[in-house]
C-alpha cells in the first residue's frame, strides 16, 4: 500500500482545514456568552448564599478576567439569565433558569465547546444526555471542596455510580491499580470527555499507550522490540482493571502466557515456535521468563534473554 | 525506607508551612496526619506484592485552599493542594494549582509509588516459596505545567516531567546452558521538557507543544550469593556447569524530541474542524559488558569454555508520526454527527554489535583450544502503518432517550524484516501482515421516574489475525440499570458480555466473558447508610498450542469462576461518622483462591479546630494453589485531624 508522506499528509489535512475555516462566514464564538443587562437593584447574593461564596469559584475568576469590574450578578446571569423578573416576583423559580438534566448541560457546552485532539465536551461519550451529561460528575455550586474541578465526589467513586463492574475488579482481585489511595484514578488512564473508541483510553502525546505514561521502562524503542506497538498493545498480556494472576497477566502460567502465540499451528501468524529443547513439562521450561527476562523487549538479544 | 522518610518529612514540613502560610492569609487548611500499624501472618511477599501498606506515619490526606479563592498574595488568585496518602504507601500524591486569572496558571503533580514484586508462581522453576525475579523499588513522577495568559490570543505554554524508578531487585540471566540468579541494581530517569503556545484567533484556535525526552537507564547485575549452581542441577554432556562470577552493566540512552500541532477552527456555528500532527522520532544507544567465569557450555560455538567477556552497542531510531482531521457538526438541537480520519505511521531500525570473547575454551570431547571471538551485528527493521476512519451519529434530546450510533473502520499494515540472527526455528518472525477491523458501536440511555438504564454494544470483524490470540469475531454488550423509586432506596444492576472467536483454520479459539452484578443501597434514614452488592464474573477461553517437546497439540484453556459479596454501613451523627465495609471474593476458576476484605472507619470532630481519626482494616488471602501465599493482614490506623 502507497502512504503519503507525512509532510505532505499535514500539509494537505492542514490546507483543507484553513482553507475552510477562512471561507467561513461565522462570526467568531464568544470566550464565554455576553451577560444579559441586569437593572440595578438587589444583587442575587441578596438572596442566595451560593453567591456571596462565588468568588473563589473558577467561573468568577475567569469572567472577572474577561470582564474587568464585573459584579457578582453579572456571572450569575451567564447561566441563570436575566434574573430581573425572578426578583421582581420575589424569587419565583419559574421565571429564572435553573439547569438540570440534559438542558442544563447544553447551558455548560455554550462555553465549554472547544473540542481537543482526543476529547470534546460537546460530542465526547458521556456528553449530554438525559442519563449522562456534565452536571452528573460536576456541580457549579455544591462541589466536593476536597475535590478539583467542581467534581461532587472523587473521580473512582464517581465512575462506580455506573461502571460496578469495572470498580469491582480493582476493589476485589488481587493484582489490581492501587486505586483507592488517589494517586491514581480511573481518570489517570481513561478521559471522561473522550470520544468512545477505545473506551476513551488515554495516550501519550506521541500516540503510546498511556500505561507507559508511568511505566517507562518498558517504553522503549527497543532493537528487538517485542508486541508492544508493534503488533499489540500492554494489553495483549495484561489486564490493567485487575487480574487474579500475578502481574495483572491474562494467564495463570507464563507457558499459557507465550505459547497461546508462540505456537505455529497456522501459517501466517506472528509469533514462533519455541525450539524442541523446551520441554513444558519440565517447571523449568514452563517459566519462560526465567530465561527471556526482557519480555518487553531487548536492546541487546533476537531471543529477549537479557 | 529512606524514601518513605524522605516522602513523609517533606509532606510535613509542607503541610506545616503551608499551615502558617493558610492561617496568615485566611486560606482553608485541612490535614489528617498519624500512624498505622500492621499485623501480618503468612506470606509477606504475597501481601507486600498485592496491598503493601506498611507501619509507620502517614499523611492521610492534606487540603490547602478548597474553596479556591485566596487573598493577600499579589501573583495569586487561586491556590489549592491536595495531597493523599504520604509517607507509609504504597501510592501517595500531591496536588497543586495556582495561578492569576488572565496572568498565569500553574498545575503540578508530584506522586510516589512503592513498587514490590516476590512472587511464588512467577519465575519459580524450582518451586521455590518466592520467585527467582523480584523487585523493591520507588517510582516519583514529577508532572509540571505552565499556561502563561491564559485566555489571551497567544498562551505560552511550559512543561516539565520527570519519572525516576530506583531500586534493587533480583533477576536471572541464561548463560552456559543454565540460568543464574542475579542481584539487579536499577535506575531509570525519564524526563521531558515541553515548551509551545496555544493560540485563538476569531474562529480558529490550536496549540503548538515540542517536547524534549531522556531516558536514562543504568543497571548493574551480579552473582548473587550461592546462586552460582544455577538452577539446572543435573549435567550439560556430562559436565557440571557452574558459575564462580558474573557482572553485567548496562547504560540506556534515549532522546526523543516531539512535536504536536493541533488546531480547531468553526465553519459555522455548528460545524468545527479539528487537525493535527505529531512527530516523534526516537534514537536510542546501549552499551553493555559483561564477564563471567565458571565451568561452561555453548552450544553455538560447540565448546566447554571457563570465561567470557562480552562487549556490546547497539542503536535503535523509531520515528512515528500521526496525523489527522475531525469534523463535529452539531446538526441540531441535540443531534451531532462527528467524523474523522487519523493515520497512524511508525519505523523501527535496529542495529547490534556484540563482541564475545570465550576463555579456556576446549571441544565435547575435551581437546584444548585458543580463544575464540564471535562477533554478532545484526539489522532489522519494522515498518507499520495504521488508518483508522470513524464516523458517529448521536441524538441525545429524544425526551429521556439518548441514542449513539458509530462505525469505524481499522486498517493495520505491518512489514517486519528480522536479522537471520533472530530466527531460530524457522517461521513466525517476519513478513508482511494486513489487517482489516470493522466496528460497528451503539449506545442506549434512558432516564426518567426514577429510572436510569444505559446499555451500549460493540461488534468487531477482522478479516484475519497477526497474533494467534487476535480476533476475527468480537461482540461485547454491557448494560446498566438503576431504579431509586424511593428517596430511601437505590436498585442497581450491570451485565457485561463479551465473546470473540478466531476461526482461522488450525487456531479455533474462542473466549467468553460475563460478569454480573447487583447492588441496593438503602438509607432509611438520613444518617444511617446501607449497602449490598452481588457479583458472578466467568470467563472461559480456549485455544490449540503445540508442544515444543513432541509437536503434541493441546488445549491451552483459561477460566475464571468468582463470586463476589460485598456489604457496606455509613452512620453519620453531628460529630460522628463511623463507615465500614466488608467484601468476599472466591475464585474456583483455573487459579482458586479466595479474598475477605473488611474495614471500619471512625471520625469525629471534637472541636471546629481537631478531629480524631480511627481506622481497623483488614485483608485476608487464602491461595489454595500456593498455600504458602497465604496471607493476613490487619492494620490499625489512628490520626488526627488538624483545621486551624
Redesign the interface.
Known sequence: MKHLSPGAFAAVALAVLTAGVASAQAPSPPASPAPAKVEAGPACADCHDEAKIFAGNPHMRAYGAAHKGAQGSEVCATCHGDGTKHMEAGGDKTLIRTLHGRTGAETCATCHKQSAERSSFKTGVHASSEAVNCLSCHSIHKSNPKQASLLVSEPTQLCATCHQDAASSFRTLPYAHRLKEGALSCVSCHDPHGRSAKHAVKETRAGEPGCVSCHSEVRGPFVYPHVNGVAGDCTSCHIPHGSSYPHQLQRATIASQCLECHSTLAAGTLGSQPPSFHNISLPRYKNCTTCHVAVHGSQRSPQLLK | MRTFRSAFLVATLAALGSAGLARAQAI?F?IEVGYRFLTLSGSEESYR??INEREGFLVR?I?IG????TSGFPIL??L?I?G??LGAG????L?L?AGL??AYRLRASY???DQF?A?S???????AVV???TWDRQ?D?VDVNLELLP?AVVTPLLGYTS?N?VGPGT????LGQD?FRLGQD?K?H?QEFRVGAGFRA????GEF?Q?WRR?R?TEKLSLLSGAGAG??TGTVLDKDVNLSSYS?S?V?D?N?P?T??????????SV?????????S?G?D?T?TTSATGSLVSFPVARFFTGLTEN?S?????T???????V?W?VLQ?V?V?GGFV????T?D???L?SSLFSGTSTFTGFTLADLTTILN?K?S?E??ED?Y?V?V?A??F????I?A?Y?QTQQ??T?S??P?????P???G?T??RKINRY?G?L????GGF???GEASWDDAN???????FTSRNRE?V?ATWKGFSWLTL?A?G?WIDQKND????S?KGTSR?Y?G?VTITPVKMLRLHG?Y?K?QADST?????????S?FD?V?K?D?E?Y?AGLGLKFDKLAIDGFW?R?A?E???E?R?Y?GGVRVDFDATQHFGLVGEWSVDR?LDTQISTASFRATRIGAYLKWRP
Open positions: 482553608p485541612d506484592s498485592q490526606s487540603h478548597e474553596d479556591g479563592k488568585d487561586h489549592r491536595d493523599a496518602e504504597p501510592a501517595g500524591s496536588r494549582d486569572a488572565g506522586r510516589h509509588f514484586s512472587l508462581g512467577f519465575a519459580n522453576p524450582l518451586g520467585g527467582q525475579q517510582r513522577v485566555g519519572n524508578l533477576s536471572t540471566a541464561f540460568e536499577l531509570v525519564d476569531g474562529p480558529v484556535s507543544l517536547g531516558y537507564e538452577n539446572n553485567r548496562s540506556t534515549i526523543t516531539t504536536s500541532f493541533f488546531v480547531r477552527g468553526f465553519l459555522t456555528d468545527q474542524l479539528i487537525g493535527l500532527y505529531v512527530k516523534s526516537a536510542g546501549d553493555d556490546g547497539s542503536r535503535v531510531d523509531n512515528v508520526w500521526r496525523a489527522g482531521a475531525r463535529e452539531h441535540g451531532d462527528t493515520r497512524r505511521h511508525a523501527w535496529g542495529r547490534d556484540v545484526a532489522n519494522i507499520r502503518t483508522v470513524d458517529q448521536a441525545k434530546a425526551g429521556p432517550f439518548g449513539r458509530g469505524s499494515d505491518l517486519i528480522p536479522d540472527s533472530e530466527i531460530v526455528v517461521g513466525g518472525q513478513g501482515f494486513n458501536e449506545a440511555t434512558f432516564a426518567a436510569f438504564i444505559a484475519v489475525a497477526v497474533l494467534r490470540t487476535d454491557r446498566r442497581g450491570t457485561l482461522t483454520i488450525l487456531i479459539s460478569q452484578t447492588d452488592a457479583g464474573m485455544i490449540p498450542v503445540r508442544a515444543p517437546q513432541d509437536f497439540v491451552s483459561n475464571e468468582g463476589l460485598e467484601t471474593f475464585n476458576g483455573t487459579y483462591y479474598l476484605r488471602y
